[in-house]
Antibody
Framework: EVQLVESGGGLVQPGRSLRLSCTAS????????FHWVRQAPGKGLEWISG????????TYADSVKGRFTISRDSAKNSLYLQMNGLRLDDTAFYYC?????????????WGHGTLVTVSS | SSELTQDPAVSVALGQTVRITCQGD??????ANWYQQKPGQAPILVIY????NRPSGISDRFSGSRSGNTASLTITGAQAEDEADYYC???????????FGPGTHVTVL
């Protein structure tokens, strides 16, 4: 069974940092690209970052570029999101998502999400 | 532009058919994928890819199509459990970014 489990969310002050983790199981981790997608309360989905299965190429939405860093660790079957310089508008549920393997740009499995609240 | 647009909300009578559309320039060169999200839950993929495939376990009430810069998700014989938010997404092949539409809330009457 494919599972993605996020952790690391919480309450953080503006300007501080937080690191999210996503542990994957039930499939060969190295064979797939992964993404972080966030959703502010009551709002829609926003793709923010992805990392490829081969060579670990990373991409970022303009809203987080230069502040957030995505990474992956094959030994731990884990995906990470290092978030620096957090702002009030970064408050959201953060989902990790596995990309489907057929180059369709789809996200075929999602974690349950972890809530990040940025507040003073 | 890689933006996608969707109608904010649609309603459908129980057992009837509803079509949700998604428009954007990226759809001319990239596939549209569709997700269903119910309150308090993570999104789930319902339609993906060039041939508008359904993942395992997704009802055949859901189907997809694409023409030019417009993709559509059709729910045929809508059921109460289909009431949810539906998001389209595609990939911006130039910038290697991914984009979601703003979502359409489907109400089953």
């Amino acid at each position: 069974e494919v599972q993605l489990v996020e952790s690391g969310g919480g309450l953080v002050q503006p300007g501080r940092s937080l690191r999210l983790s996503c542990t994957a199981s039930g499939f060969p981790f190295d064979d797939y690209s992964f993404h972080w997608v966030r959703q502010a309360p009551g709002k829609g989905l926003e793709w923010i970052s992805g990392i490829s299965w081969n060579k670990g190429k990373t991409t970022y939405a303009d809203s987080v570029k230069g502040r957030f860093t995505i990474s992956r660790d094959s030994a731990k079957n884990s995906l990470y999101l290092q978030m620096n310089g957090l702002r009030l508008d970064d408050t959201a549920f953060y989902y990790c998502a596995k990309e489907g393997g057929n180059d369709h740009g789809d996200f075929d499995y999602w974690g349950h999400g972890t809530l990040v609240t940025v507040s003073s | 532009s890689s933006e996608l647009t969707q109608d904010p909300a649609v309603s459908v009578a129980l057992g009837q058919t509803v079509r949700i559309t998604c428009q954007g320039d990226s759809l001319r060169s990239s596939f549209a994928n569709w997700y269903q999200q119910k309150p308090g839950q993570a999104p789930i993929l319902v339609i993906y890819g060039q041939k508008n495939n359904r993942p395992s376990g997704i009802s055949d009430r859901f189907s997809g199509s694409r023409s030019g810069n417009t993709a559509s998700l059709t729910i045929t014989g809508a059921q109460a459990e289909d009431e949810a938010d539906y998001y389209c997404n595609s990939r911006d092949t130039i910038r290697h970014h991914y984009v979601f539409g703003p979502g359409t809330h489907v109400t089953v009457l």
